[in-house]
Each structure stands twice: as structure tokens, then as C-alpha cells.
């Protein structure tokens, strides 16, 4: 048996305060947090659970341009809307700090001074683009150009927005700046960089063989993406007004990098949660005895799990003990967009919800539970208006609510409103049955929560409730009480099943604490109990509720979500889209012709769901073209010799019509290596090249962003 920590630090992504977050940020990294960190406490185990607005980057004095404001203006802004989102949603943060403090910048400025001083960073001098007219070095999101995809004439340095194209700045055709209007020169300049190359053999032990088996399937194989096609120097600064200035002399302009800066964080909201409670901050990143645990969503993954880890090492810190990441969210068939204004806000479910007259606590808590069911743990998830609907109604109102409610309304009619004795001398296999799925799923929901998976443990508590609807089914007291005139001995079996399902509810309360807390709070008020009864230690107990206790009448628990609800949120969603696609197309017009302005389509239906495992089958490696030719009486197909680092491969592909042979010479593409052989016109192909087709019916080639080494894994 493992041993226990001394203590726990969890951690939550810090969210950039440069907007409002939706529900899928909440279900990704900061409700299943929430969830482990009331879990711990309720075990009385030490823990601290941090996280606050990430403030830096070009993120946000992009906004503040949207905004017509200041950079500080936006995070003031939103680093306030954001914490109070997450206050309302009950996500008990012990401090929820921001990156702007003057703490923050110290520690950021100590931690690159440490590393720089030991010579583990290492500085080289690179071309980037320069406004001559404003002065300034540009981040990616400050040029635009016409994207080489689609011929969208307002694409961005990393990003077409309109065929969803990942570009880098040298890619763009005619690139201006943003700032001026004018197009920019390329111009020298020195960073810091982060030699991950140097600590390859460390994460690779670390992570593919320490963390093999107690880590996500997904956060591993992600990590062994990385890993495998040779991990680069990172750069740790960059030419910015907006961050926390380089502590080295000479590098005036220069600032912190942001995917430096803003992991440091943590240890920053650590250190002024300490302040702020007369602790010391130090044991909980530098003591071995400490589980640090980051909840994250999967785009962070290479940050928390490759880059953080380095600098942590080199810092002399504490490594992350498991960093269970989560999948992405998914909204009514697409994925969440601010652009397309297709998503569900937090600020939006709780003006909705939770302010109504009609909502309160309890609608968190329908949310809360809503999310945890289709939590994205293993893969992509799906939010509906009609899951959420069927989830409140037929699960926690027609399970859990109907189980607790019953109970408490027989209670009152059947043995006075008080807790009735238990007699031995009835007790029967019914009443042992329930009192052992008690201590079960007791055990069964701690061992899963343990294990960072909160969907099973939920529906864990939700069956407790269903065996406790059973046992009041088969009791039938309510039937039983009928005949106690001639029979009134009887009263023992209604005593006994009474007494048994109020013990049933009371460890509910405990269990479903975690993940509903408010919940928790109100079969408190009603049980008439104080909180300590939420002790972890007391679950699987049958005697928390005292014989003779009286207690408060029954309340609903959870409302029901009537249709049209419902449709008032689907009608909203429809009509956000159809506004936010009508200012896209006359944003549009000035650049191109409103006829070229793509319209919405729905989302691809999807080809058969398959598993992590069926994927991990797949070896895609990055090749080079070396050389192609026409393949004789095929119009289609072009004969490809593709450099594959360890070996030069014949592939055959159907690209001819699009492709000319002399085009695509030394192009380098994505192969699927281990793809059996098989002999197109005669000639024998052993391999694929990855395509992506647009709406014209065009291929284009899926390939690395940057040229990298033949041979190089792809995930």
C-alpha cells in the first residue's frame, strides 16, 4: 500500500483575462479539481488548491485593442467577471491569484535568473519581423496577410480564420502589420531559449516509463509524440511591451515569454496564499513528501507535462505527480467557438440559471453534475441542451431527489417526523443488503476518485440512490402501515426501513459532497446536522443520524427543466451563430466579395468511434519527397520515392491531378508507415501520404508547420 503525502498542492490552468470562459474551460480542468480537492478535504488531508487570470501575452493587448482600452483596463476587467464566475459555480479555490502582481513578477524574474546563472538557458540571435513605422518587434497575431490556403486576404501570423489553416508569419502572402498598416522587415534580434533537447533521456524515463501506467493514455501518448520527434530549444523571451521585463541588462523591449511566465504561477498564488495564512510556502514545491497534481485541459499538456517539468528540475522544485488532462467540450454537434459566438458561458448558464427566480444553488449543483457525467475524460464530449435536460430530470430529480424526498415525507407520516430505532429482531436480508451497498460503494466511489476518474464515481453515488429507491420499493411502508390497526407489531419492519434509508441519505450527503456541495449543504439544513458530518471517515456508517432526532420536513431537491427552457437556449445558441456569422460576412466585405464569404455549414458526419488503442496502432512519421513521376495509363497517380530518415519508401498516391511531379519535390508530408503493401498498376506502395481536402474539392498536403527531420513521429 502506497504511502500517503504529507501534503497536496492542486493546481487549475490559469485562464487568460482577456475574456469570458465557457463550460468548457469548467469542465476541462477547474470543476474535476474542485471535485479531487473537496474529496481530500473531507479526508482531513493538507491540502492547498491554487490557480488565478493569466494576464500576459499578446492575448491581451490584442483585446484591448477590440476593446478600444488598455491592456490593464482588460485584466482588471475580466480577471474579476472570471473569478466571480467561478465563485458562483462553487469551485473553492483556497486563493485565485493573478499574474500581474508584484509577487508574480518577482518570482518569475528569480526563477529566470536561477536557470540563467546555472547556463541552463542558452541565447541565439533570429530574424523576426519588425514595424519599422511603430517600432516594434511582431508577435504572430500582430500580422496579417492573404492566407496561401484559401486566399482569405485577413489572416493572421498562426492562424487563417477562415479555413482554420495553422500558418506561421513567412507563410502569409503581402504580411502587414497590424499596428501601422504597413508591411514589415525582417530584422535581427537575441532571445533566451529553453534547451529541451538537452533533457530528452530525463523525460522520456520519466514520463514513458515512471509514468506508464498511472498517467492518461492520452497525456502519455502526446508526450511520447513530443518526445520521439526530437524535442527543440524553446525561446523564454520575447519582444513585447506587455509582461514581466527580462532581468538581464541589455535586453531592454524584451519580456518574459508568457508559457514561462505563467506556469510560475502557481508557485506564486502558493506563495500568497501562504502570506495570507501564516504558512510556509516552501514544503509545498520543494518538499518530496507533497502530491503535486495539475488539472489541465489537453492543449496544455506539452507545457505541464514536458516544459514545466524541465524548468521545475532545473529549479530544484517538486515534478508533478499526475496530471490527469482532460479532453475537449463540444456544444449542440460543433465545437465551442468565440469567433462564431457558438458557446455556452459561464456568465451565460448563471444570468440564466442560477440568478432566476427559480434557480439558486441547486441549478450549480444541475450544472455541476451535468458536466461531471459527460466529463471529456477519455475523449471528446458532448454538451446538450437535452442531456442537460434528461440529466436533471431523470436522474437527479427522479433518482437522487425522489429517493431522499420519499424518505424524508415517509419519516414524517410513518414514526413522527424522528429518527425511529432499528430492531434487531426483524432485521432482515433487505435491510443487511442495503447497510452493505452502503460500505461498497463507499469504497468503490474513494478508490475511483483516487484515480482521477470522476464520471464513474458519480454514477456510483447515483446508484446508491437507486439501491435506496429499490429498498423503499420492496419495503413498501407506506403499504405495511395499513395494516398495523390488527397487526401493530408491524411498526418494527416500517421502524427498520425507515431507520435504514435515513442512515442511506445521511452517507449520501458525504459522497455526493464532492460533486455537488450544495446539495450536501441542504440535506444537512434538513437532516438538522452540522457540516463535520461530511467527513470522509463517516461514510459507511449506520448510525450518523441519532434514534429519536427529530428533523426538518422535506424539500425539493432538484426542480424539474421544463421544454421550454430548453428551447429558449437552443433558439439563443442558433441566433448567436446567425448574428455573429452576418458581422463576419460584412467584416468581410471590405476585403472580398461578400459571395466568397464562407456560410455555415453543419458539422461532417463522423466516421465509427474508435479507441485510444485503435489509434496508437497508426505509425505516422513525417517524410521528404525526393522524388515523383507520372505512373503510366493513370491519370491519378504519381510514383513517390519518400525519404523516411531510416529509409527511402515507394508510395503510391492519387494526387496527380492536382500536383505536378516537379512541384513536389522535396515537400515533406505525413506518411502512415505501417500501413501494409499493396500494389497499385503494378507498383508495390508501402505507405500512404495524409491529404486534406477543401470545399473545391482541392488536396492539399498535411504537413509539419516547420521542416523537421525525416522520420520524425506525428500524434
Not at 501518448?221 to 513585447?240: F, M, N
Request: charged share 25%; proline share 5%; hydrophobic share 40%.
Amino acid at each position: 500500500m502506497m504511502t500517503q503525502p504529507k501534503r497536496y498542492l492542486i493546481t487549475a490552468a490559469l485562464p487568460y483575462a482577456n475574456g469570458l470562459k465557457h463550460v468548457g474551460h469548467l469542465a476541462g480542468a477547474y470543476l474535476p479539481a474542485d471535485i479531487y480537492v473537496r474529496y481530500l478535504r473531507a479526508q482531513k488531508r493538507d491540502v492547498a488548491f491554487v490557480c488565478g487570470s493569466d494576464e500576459h501575452g499578446t492575448a491581451i493587448p490584442i483585446q484591448a485593442m477590440k476593446e478600444n482600452t488598455t491592456p490593464q483596463a482588460i485584466i482588471d476587467k475580466y480577471h474579476e467577471l472570471i473569478k466571480q464566475n467561478f465563485a458562483d459555480l462553487s469551485i473553492s479555490f483556497d486563493i485565485y491569484h493573478r499574474t500581474s502582481s508584484p509577487l508574480h513578477h518577482e518570482t518569475s524574474r528569480e526563477f529566470f535568473t536561477a536557470l540563467n546563472n546555472a547556463g541552463e538557458l542558452e541565447t541565439k540571435e533570429t530574424e523576426q519581423y519588425y514595424d519599422e513605422q511603430a517600432k516594434t518587434f511582431l508577435a504572430d497575431r500582430y500580422i496579417k496577410g492573404t492566407c496561401p490556403n484559401c486566399g482569405y486576404e485577413s489572416a493572421y501570423g498562426d492562424q487563417c480564420e477562415r479555413c482554420g489553416t495553422a500558418l506561421s508569419p513567412d507563410e502569409l502572402i503581402n504580411p502587414v502589420s497590424t499596428l501601422s498598416g504597413q508591411p514589415p522587415v525582417k530584422k535581427l534580434t537575441t532571445h533566451w531559449y529553453l534547451p529541451l533537447n538537452r533533457h530528452e533521456e530525463f523525460l522520456s524515463k520519466w514520463i514513458l516509463q515512471d509514468h506508464k501506467e498511472d498517467w492518461r493514455a492520452s497525456v502519455v501518448g502526446q508526450c511520447k509524440s513530443w518526445i520521439d520527434g526530437g524535442l527543440q530549444p524553446r525561446a523564454v523571451t520575447r519582444d513585447l511591451d506587455w509582461g514581466i521585463k527580462v532581468p538581464v541588462e541589455g535586453a531592454e523591449g524584451k519580456v518574459l515569454y508568457v508559457w514561462f511566465d505563467a506556469p510560475i504561477g502557481y508557485i506564486s498564488a502558493t506563495k500568497q496564499w501562504a502570506i495570507d495564512n501564516g504558512k510556509d510556502w516552501t514544503p509545498y514545491w520543494n518538499d518530496k513528501d507533497t502530491k503535486l497534481v495539475h488539472f489541465i485541459g489537453k492543449d496544455n499538456i506539452v507545457f505541464h507535462c514536458i516544459i514545466f517539468p524541465v524548468m521545475l528540475k532545473l529549479h530544484g522544485n517538486i515534478l508533478p505527480d499526475n496530471v490527469p488532462a482532460n479532453e475537449f467540450l463540444n456544444l449542440e454537434g460543433d465545437k465551442m467557438s468565440t469567433s462564431r459566438n457558438w458557446k455556452l458561458e459561464m456568465q451565460d448558464y448563471i444570468d440564466d440559471f442560477v440568478k432566476k427566480e427559480n434557480g439558486g444553488p441547486q441549478m450549480v449543483d444541475v450544472l455541476r453534475y451535468y458536466l461531471t457525467q459527460i466529463a471529456p475524460e477519455s475523449k471528446d464530449s458532448e454538451f446538450t441542451w437535452k442531456g442537460f435536460q434528461d440529466a436533471s430530470n431523470s436522474e437527479l430529480a427522479s433518482i437522487f431527489g425522489n429517493f431522499v424526498n420519499r424518505t424524508f415525507v415517509l419519516m414524517h407520516k410513518l414514526c413522527g417526523g424522528k429518527v425511529p430505532p432499528l430492531h434487531a429482531d426483524v432485521f432482515d436480508e433487505k435491510d443487511k443488503f442495503a447497510g452493505d451497498e452502503i460500505i461498497r460503494i463507499k469504497q468503490k466511489v474513494e478508490s475511483l476518485i483516487e484515480d482521477y476518474k470522476f464520471r464513474d464515481a458519480l454514477f456510483e453515488v447515483i446508484n446508491l440512490a437507486r439501491v435506496g429507491n429499490k429498498y423503499l420499493q420492496e419495503k413498501e411502508p407506506w403499504k405495511v402501515e395499513k395494516k398495523l390497526a390488527e397487526q401493530p407489531e408491524l411498526q418494527k419492519q416500517i421502524d427498520n426501513c425507515l431507520h435504514v434509508s435515513l442512515q442511506l441519505c445521511a452517507n449520501l450527503a458525504i459522497l455526493i459532497n464532492p460533486f455537488l456541495p450544495n446539495t450536501a449543504q441542504k440535506m444537512l439544513h434538513m437532516m438538522k446536522v452540522v457540516d463535520k458530518m461530511l467527513d470522509w471517515e463517516n461514510a459507511g456508517k449506520m448510525k450518523l443520524l441519532s434514534v429519536g432526532y427529530t428533523l426538518r420536513a422535506p424539500e425539493i431537491l432538484f426542480r424539474k427543466i421544463e421544454d421550454d427552457e430548453v428551447k429558449a437556449q437552443v433558439e439563443k445558441l442558433q441566433a448567436g451563430l446567425a448574428k455573429a456569422t452576418a458581422e463576419n460576412k460584412a467584416a468581410a466585405n471590405g476585403a472580398a466579395k461578400a459571395e466568397e464569404v464562407p456560410v455555415e455549414k453543419p458539422a461532417p458526419a463522423l466516421k465509427a468511434e474508435i479507441v485510444y488503442d485503435d489509434f496508437a496502432k497508426i505509425d505516422l512519421k513525417v517524410g521528404t519527397i525526393v522524388a515523383a513521376e507520372k505512373v503510366e495509363k493513370a491519370d491519378k497517380l504519381l510514383k513517390l520515392s519518400v525519404d523516411l530518415g531510416f529509409e527511402t519508401r515507394t508510395i503510391v498516391s492519387g494526387i496527380a491531378m492536382h500536383f505536378k511531379p516537379e512541384e513536389i519535390i522535396d515537400k515533406q508530408v505525413v506518411v502512415v508507415a505501417n500501413l501494409a503493401p499493396r500494389k497499385m498498376r503494378g507498383i508495390e506502395s508501402n505507405g500512404m501520404i495524409l491529404m486534406a481536402e477543401d470545399t473545391s474539392g482541392k488536396l492539399h498536403f498535411v504537413k509539419p508547420e516547420n521542416v523537421i527531420n525525416a522520420g520524425s513521429g506525428v500524434s
